[in-house]
């Protein structure tokens, strides 16, 4: 469980150990709700869309009418005093007309309130979709505990999305208490109805062994775990030969959610059709570099395995502490197998030798994250100092990410004083070598300024580009924004989601900060009671 240190205040972090056990659980494999129900417009045009469900646009005007902006004009009046009589179908009508804005302006609060009337009439459609309306805070306050209600009515109505729904806050700990066992035979019920975001998930599940009866070990693995969410990276297991991870950059672009893709930065790629494995691992890099802990673990398998790159384990090492930095789910595990690997620490330690800045910096940053037994038996233990003497002359060859370390070692006080001066000092010094890590950190330290707010415009604009290129960093960022008026207006059902996308990519410090919002909005009913 790893810090992120630069967070806002009121994000506290933990003591940094290395995670152990198995770090790809269930929780890593459901696509939290944000994911699975998309916008409104883009759901239109997905035909296994659940949102709108059963929605059936009106039939084409008439020859004799010229006017189609006036047709649903009128359209809309004619459902509008249907629905002012109670018709349900005309209210669930009138809503998605407001909320899409045909024949009328848009209008969420609106499309929020006839989509409630209808709810009230127990319209399985509207319930659904007015769940959406709560847990996206579209039209109405932000209130996961009304959507859960909802999702759950329309689950127990036989509809194989609320089914999946089900499954996904199982796994959360957010709203419901976990229960992996639960969350399976959901989502196999959805699966089994033919719901392809439930198929997938459960071949997920499945993979992982983690079926029915598995909950008690689950649980021993999990009782401290983050919503983590999606695992965007599943490696073949070791086989000591480079063939089962051959077609990883491949794999990664062709089979990634579009989520995975922007984490990975290589959406434009796949946009562009540009396919080359050179072109994938350079967009990758750029990812890495932005703060994106997916692509930092497929940058350290690559130059672990020599994958499109040559075989280096001081580069996969240094990208793997650079993922666990960043609370990447699955980097702790890859990186303790690497570091056990005989000739891998011995490398390091000749690098090191020899000045290279990447291996003064793989070296630190393991004896940082806690892996002082492996470091031990391999007898290259350091001490602090030295762990800070490898940083610092690393981060005097120009070294980025070891000068990022160093300041977080001053920002935690971590073999060093603690010293704000001293760790803004060197993130400006990253920052002014081309590191957007470090200017993602300077940012957040700027909008933790209590006194001097004239730079929060432009700390926010760096963290909206940062977000863009896949910092997870960047994401805590901005719903800390939203949801302290901190440089954006306060808007909890934003900063929920900038949260939940960064606790899905393993934030533990995002997580936290979702569990306190629920926590000030949890219900006194005891289903919503959580254990401590």
Known sequence: MT??????????????????????LAAGILLSLCLAFPSPLAAQDKSDSPVFKKYRPPPQPPLVVQSDALYQMWETFIVT????????????????????GRGAAADTTRAAYWMRKASDQNYTPAMFNFAIMCYNGWGV???????????RSCALKNMAEAEYAMAQFLTEDLV??????SAYAWVKKSADAGYLPAKEALYRLEKQGLGPGRQDSVRASTAK???????????????????????????????????????????????????????????????????????????????????????DPVRACAAYVRAVRLDSPRAPE????????????????????????????????????????????AQVYLSGDEAFRFLT???????????????????AGRWVPRSMEKATELWTRAASLGSKDAMVRIALMTLRAPADTSGRREAVQILKRAADEGSVLAEVGLGYCYETGTGLPVRDAEAASFYRAASVRGSQDSFRALRRMHDAIRPADPEFRLPD
């Not at 306050?141 to 999702?151: I, N, Q, S």
């Not at 390091?348 to 492996?374: N, Q």
């Not at 070294?399 to 977080?408: F, K, N, S």
């Open 225 to 311: 775990a983050p919503n983590t969410g999606l695992v965007f990276l599943d490696f073949a297991q070791d086989t000591g030969a480079v063939s089962g991870d051959s077609l990883l950059l491949k794999e990664a672009m062709q089979n990634a959610s579009p989520s995975v893709r922007k984490a990975l930065g290589i959406s434009k790629l796949l946009e562009t059709e540009t396919q080359a494995d050179s072109s994938t691992l350079a967009a990758i890099i750029q990812a890495g570099d932005a703060g994106s802990p997916e692509a930092l673990t497929v940058l350290g398998r690559s130059y672990e395995k020599g994958i499109g790159v040559p075989r």
């Open 393 to 411: 002359k690393a981060g005097d060859k120009a070294y980025t990410p070891a000068l990022v370390e160093a300041g977080l070692a001053y920002y």
């Open 3 to 24: 810090p992120s240190l630069s967070l806002p205040a009121g994000v506290n972090s933990s003591a940094i150990h290395p995670r152990s056990g198995v770090i790809a």
């Open 141 to 151: 306050p932000w209130d996961p505990f009304d959507a859960y209600r909802l999702f």
């Open 334 to 377: 890859l990186l303790l197998k690497l570091l056990e690997q005989k000739s891998t620490l011995p490398h390091i330690k000749a690098g090191a030798a020899k000045g290279d800045p990447e291996a003064e910096f793989a070296w630190a940053g393991v004896s940082a994250l806690g892996f002082d037994g492996v470091l031990a038996q």
């Open 81 to 100: 005093r249907k629905a002012n009589a109670g018709d349900v179908l005309a209210q669930h009508e009138l809503s998605i007309r407001y909320l899409l």
């Open 176 to 181: 419901i208490p976990r229960n992996f066992d």
